[in-house]
Each structure stands twice: as structure tokens, then as C-alpha cells.
């Protein structure tokens, strides 16, 4: 088993900056595939970014705004999101995935999920 607790949520300016905070504990390794989804009001569940070891992968809609990184001292992935836009408003979830997560963009790759942090972008 493996418990995920994201931190870090909260209101802030278009083109501000959040960091994003996923801790993990019980059955964790610097192995785990990380990732973190999000999801709007009345919109599917959409991938944001993930990490497999040293390698992050992003969609194109965060790419050169977020910066995906983990601490494996700390058992934490962290989410920097830097130029937000309104439409960066949603629920961030943190999953964490103990297989090899071939498709880190699909969430059925993942085993673990968090209970999400809200992110609001708003003047």
C-alpha cells in the first residue's frame, strides 16, 4: 500500500506561482512513477505531468510552465507551476503508480491517488 497526501493548494494571481507538494509513505521506493492529473469543474481528469526516475514528462498545455521534481530522501514529488492562467484552475491529484506506467498520460496506469488540492487562479 501506498498513501499519498498532497499539500501546497490555493489561490493566487494569473502569473503567479504554486508548488505543489505529494508525500509518500508505506510501500515507497525512488522507483515509483509519479504523477500528477487535475481536473476542472465539469471536465474529465486530464494529466498534467509525471516522473520515472529522472525522466519528467509533461503535457503540452503546462510545458515550460511546471516543473515536475522529487525528493527521494523525503518521499515527495513536487509540482512547480510558475505563469499561471485561469484555466490552470482545478483539483491537482498526485498518483503514483508501482508498475511500469508505460503510459504515464493515462490514469489507469496508476494504482495510488491522492485526495487532490485545490488550485484557484483568479484575480
Known amino acids: 500500500q501506498v498513501q499519498l497526501v498532497e499539500s501546497g493548494g490555493g489561490l493566487v494571481q494569473p502569473g503567479g506561482s504554486l508548488r505543489l507538494s505529494c508525500a509518500a509513505s508505506?510501500?515507497?521506493?525512488?522507483?515509483?512513477?509519479t504523477g500528477w492529473f487535475r481536473q476542472a469543474p465539469g471536465k474529465d481528469r486530464e494529466f498534467v505531468a509525471a516522473?520515472?526516475?529522472?525522466?519528467?514528462y509533461y503535457a503540452d498545455s503546462v510545458k515550460g510552465r511546471f516543473t515536475i521534481s522529487r525528493d527521494n530522501a523525503k518521499n515527495t514529488v513536487y509540482l512547480q507551476m510558475n505563469s499561471l492562467k485561469a484555466e490552470d484552475t482545478a483539483v491537482y491529484y498526485c498518483?503514483?503508480?508501482?508498475?511500469?506506467?508505460?503510459?504515464?498520460?493515462?490514469?489507469?496506469?496508476?494504482?495510488?491517488w491522492g485526495q487532490g488540492a485545490q488550485v484557484t487562479v483568479s484575480s
Open positions: 508505506g510501500r515507497t521506493s525512488s522507483n515509483l512513477v
Open positions: 498518483a503514483a503508480s508501482v508498475g511500469v506506467a508505460a503510459n504515464v498520460g493515462r490514469r489507469n496506469e496508476y494504482d495510488y
Open positions: 516522473i520515472r526516475g529522472i525522466i519528467a
